[in-house]
Structures are given as structure tokens and as C-alpha cells.
Nanobody, 119 residues
């Protein structure tokens, strides 16, 4: 079992920055991919970025590429999402998730943290 707890959400003006954190615990994660997803009101959940637990193979959705950066800190069992140049369309609940490298399904999810970007 893997537990994921997000933090770092809040209200920010357009053009500002925030860093989300995801604390992971419960078992060794060396065989996992970690990801961030988001869901805006009335919309489907959207993939944002993913990275291997070791920090390799980072991949960002086109909508956030160049503005957001996913990273890990294995010593602290943390996953981060640095968000720069935020836009009102980035407003959503952001969730951390984990899947086995051999799987395509994310099976562990955090509770989410709200990001609101004002214009």
C-alpha cells in the first residue's frame, strides 16, 4: 500500500508561481512512476506530468510544458510540481498518483489540493 499526501495549494494571481509537494509513504517506490493530475470543476481529470521515482523520464502535458516541472527527492520520499507562469485555466484540484512501471493504471491517489489562479 502507498499513501500520498499533497500540500502547497492555494490562491495565486495569474503569472505567479506555486510548488506542490506530495509526500509518499508505505512501501518502496523504486518500481513506480509518479504523476500529477488535475481536475477543474465540470471537467474530466487531466494528466499533467509524470516521472520515474528515480527522477528519470520526466514527461509533461503539452498544456503545461515549459511552465510546470515535475521532480522527485528520493531522500525525502517527495514528489514536486513546480508551477510557473500560472494562468486562470490552471485552476483545479491537483492530485498526486502512483503506478507500477509495468502498468498503465495509476492505482494510488492522494486526496488532492486546490489551486486557484485569479486573473
Amino acid at each position: 500500500q502507498v499513501q500520498l499526501v499533497e500540500s502547497g495549494g492555494g490562491l495565486v494571481q495569474a503569472g505567479g508561481s506555486l510548488r506542490l509537494s506530495c509526500a509518499a509513504s508505505g512501501r518502496t517506490l523504486s518500481s513506480y512512476f509518479m504523476a500529477w493530475f488535475r481536475q477543474a470543476p465540470g471537467k474530466e481529470r487531466e494528466f499533467v506530468a509524470r516521472i520515474s521515482w528515480s527522477g528519470g523520464s520526466p514527461y509533461h502535458a503539452y498544456s503545461v510544458k515549459g511552465r510546470f516541472t515535475i521532480s522527485t527527492d528520493n531522500n525525502k520520499n517527495m514528489v514536486y510540481l513546480q508551477m510557473n507562469s500560472l494562468k486562470p485555466v490552471d485552476t483545479a484540484v491537483y492530485c498526486c498518483a502512483a503506478r507500477m512501471r509495468s502498468s498503465t493504471s495509476y492505482i494510488y491517489w492522494g486526496q488532492g489540493t486546490q489551486i486557484t489562479v485569479s486573473s
